[in-house]
């Protein structure tokens, strides 16, 4: 089985691809790097953003096009990036407010009734009465 493997490996090119969106590198064929860059105006994207892509154009009230969405997402990953590359002028205090607005949002949240669990009540007596 080993060997198999090895053999169907030997026969594919394999490249290292990078997403032009989010960063993440994924080791792909030659090939199948070829269909997305030409899906994607010479873009490759991964399979995550690709669907977050494809989710974009569903989603929106308007009509826009695959490229439009594209550059959206793209847009929407690099403002999350930097916000990671961005430490934090003081992380207590900002874990402090996130706790915060966890605990409000879920004061806010509506609240279910309690469940009443149904009681079952017996109104006769199990066994048969015997009238002699």
């Known amino acids: 089985m080993e060997l198999a493997k090895q053999a169907i490996m030997k026969g594919t090119n394999l ?3 990078k997403c032009e969106c989010c ?3 994924e ?3 030659e090939e199948y790097i070829k269909r997305v860059r030409d899906r994607y105006s010479g873009r ?3 399979g995550l953003c690709s669907e977050a892509v494809k989710e974009e154009v569903l989603r929106t009230d308007d009509v826009i096009g695959k490229e439009e969405a594209l550059i959206q997402h793209m847009n929407f990953c690099k403002k999350f990036n930097n916000l990671l590359l961005i430490p934090p002028k003081n992380p207590t205090q900002e ?3 996130a706790v915060k607005q966890l605990l409000l949002r879920s004061l806010d949240s509506p ?3 309690p469940v009443r669990k149904a ?3 017996r ?3 199990c066994f048969s009465a015997l009238n002699s």
């Open 15 to 17: 490249a290292f691809a």
């Open 119 to 121: 009681c079952l009540v």
């Open 123 to 125: 109104s006769e007596s």
């Open 95 to 97: 874990l402090i407010s």
């Open 44 to 46: 490759w994207i991964c």
């Open 111 to 113: 609240r279910s009734s």
């Open 23 to 25: 960063g993440l590198t």
């Open 27 to 29: 080791e792909c064929t």
